[in-house]
C-alpha cells in the first residue's frame, strides 16, 4: 500500500513539473507566406492606333423634284421609295400643248429660212445689176438690209426652236442621279406649275454615301506632325487615307470607306476639324441621318500592351501593379491607349522589363511582398492594319 502511494505521489510530482516547464516556454506567431500573384511581361507588338469619333451619314446629293411647266399630271412612271437609275422619267406632265408650240416654231424657223433663200437671190441680182449700170445703189442697200434682216429672223426661229424643245423636255421629269424617290407629292390630274415651281417628289442618292465626323484639335495637330516628319500633303492624304465605320448595333467596324475632305480650319467654338468619308453603298447598308461610330488609322508604331484586366482606377487615373526586383509591390501610374483584343496599350508609364499583376490583384498591395509566378503573355490580336 505504501509502495503505491508513494508511486502515485511520484507521477503527481512529474505531471506538475512539465506543466510548470510548458509554462516556462516563450509564444512565437510565424507569419503566413506572402500571397501568390500571377505577373506577366508587357507584350511587345507593332499596333495601328487608330483616331475614334463619332459622326453622321449623309448623301451626297438630296434635291427636290419640281414642275417646271404648268400642267396636269398625266403620268406618275415610279413606285415610291423605288431606287432608279439616272435618266429614268418619274412624272409626265401633259405634254400635247408643249408640243404644239413646238411644232409652230419649227413652221416659223422653216418660213424664216424660205424668206433667207429669196433676200440672198434679191442681194445678189442687185450686185449683178448695178455691177451693169442698170440698178441704183439704193436698190442694192435695200436688198443687203433684206437679206441681213432675214439671216437674224433665221437666227431668232431656231433660238425659238429650241427654247419650244427644251419647254417640252421640261414635261418629262426625269432623275438626274441614281438613288432613290421619296413618296410623291402630288397624284394623276393634279394641275402643277404655274408661278410657283411644285414639288414633286424627292430624290436621294444613297450610293456612295458621305460620313461627316470631327476631329480634336489635340488630334489634328498630331497628325499633321506625323504628315510633317514624313513630308505628306493634305492633298495626297485625300481618296487615299482608309476610314472604317459602325453602326450602333455592329461589332467592329465593317464598313470601309476613304477620306475625302478635310475642311481647312478649325471651328473655333468646337475647337474640332471637320472631316468626310466617302463610302460604297450598293447593298444601302448605311441610310442618310444614321449616328455612326468612325476610325481612322494612322501609321503602324511599336507598343507594349498588357491584359485589360490588370488596369485599376481611382480618383487620380488609371494604374498598374507591377512587382519590383525585391518582389515587392508598386502601384504605376499609366497613360492608356486603344484596346486590341483583350490586351490594353499602355503609352506611358510603364517599361518592357517591368512585371506587371495580372491575376490576384486583390492580394497585391502596394509597399508589401509577394510571391510573384510568372507566366508566358498571350500576343494580341492580329492588327489587320499592321504590315505583314
Request: aromatic content about 4%; overall charge neutral; hydrophobic content about 40%.
Amino acid at each position: 500500500m505504501q509502495t503505491s502511494g508513494h508511486t502515485a505521489l511520484s507521477l503527481m510530482a512529474c505531471a506538475a513539473a512539465v506543466a510548470l516547464s510548458a509554462c516556462g516556454q516563450e509564444n512565437r506567431f510565424i507569419a503566413p507566406p506572402p500571397p501568390k500573384v500571377t505577373v506577366q511581361l508587357p507584350v511587345q507588338q507593332t499596333v495601328t492606333p487608330y483616331l475614334e469619333a463619332t459622326g453622321n451619314t449623309a448623301s451626297i446629293n438630296n434635291i427636290k423634284l419640281v414642275a417646271r411647266v404648268q400642267g396636269y399630271v398625266q403620268e406618275i412612271k415610279y413606285q415610291d421609295g423605288q431606287a432608279v437609275k439616272k435618266g429614268t422619267p418619274l412624272f409626265v406632265i401633259e405634254p400635247q400643248p408643249y408640243k404644239v408650240q413646238l411644232e409652230q416654231a419649227q413652221a416659223a424657223e422653216e418660213g424664216a429660212k424660205a424668206t433667207l433663200v429669196n433676200a440672198e437671190a434679191e442681194f445678189t441680182r442687185q450686185q449683178e445689176l448695178q455691177a451693169k449700170d442698170v440698178s441704183t445703189q439704193a436698190n442694192l442697200d435695200k436688198a443687203r438690209a433684206n437679206r441681213d434682216t432675214a439671216r437674224a429672223n433665221v437666227l431668232q426661229a431656231q433660238a425659238n426652236t429650241q427654247n419650244a424643245e427644251i419647254t417640252l423636255g421640261y414635261t418629262t421629269v426625269s432623275a438626274p442621279f441614281d438613288g432613290v424617290v421619296t413618296a410623291r407629292k402630288v397624284s394623276i390630274g393634279e394641275l402643277v406649275g404655274g408661278n410657283q415651281p411644285s414639288e414633286l417628289a424627292t430624290i436621294v442618292q444613297i450610293n456612295p454615301i458621305w460620313v461627316w465626323f470631327n476631329l480634336s484639335e489635340r488630334d489634328v495637330q498630331r497628325i499633321r506632325a506625323t504628315m510633317a516628319e514624313r513630308g505628306v500633303t493634305v492633298a495626297e492624304l485625300i481618296n487615299k487615307v482608309p476610314v472604317e465605320v459602325g453602326l450602333q448595333t455592329e461589332t467592329g467596324y465593317p464598313h470601309q470607306g476613304l477620306l475625302d475632305y478635310t475642311s481647312p480650319e478649325v471651328n473655333q467654338s468646337t475647337g474640332t476639324l471637320q472631316v468626310r468619308g466617302a463610302f460604297e453603298n450598293a447593298k444601302f447598308g448605311l441610310l442618310p441621318g444614321y449616328f455612326v461610330r468612325v476610325r481612322v488609322p494612322l501609321r503602324p508604331e511599336p507598343a507594349l500592351l498588357i491584359p485589360a484586366v490588370a488596369v485599376g482606377s481611382d480618383q487620380a487615373g488609371r494604374y498598374l501593379l507591377t512587382v519590383n526586383a525585391d518582389n515587392v509591390v508598386e502601384q504605376r501610374r499609366v497613360q492608356l491607349g486603344q484596346v486590341v483584343g483583350e490586351m490594353q496599350v499602355v503609352e506611358s508609364g510603364l517599361k518592357p522589363d517591368e512585371r506587371v499583376v495580372v491575376s490576384g490583384i486583390l492580394d497585391a498591395v502596394p509597399g508589401q511582398k509577394v510571391d510573384p509566378q510568372l507566366q508566358t503573355p498571350k500576343s494580341a490580336a492580329a492588327d489587320p492594319a499592321a504590315p505583314k
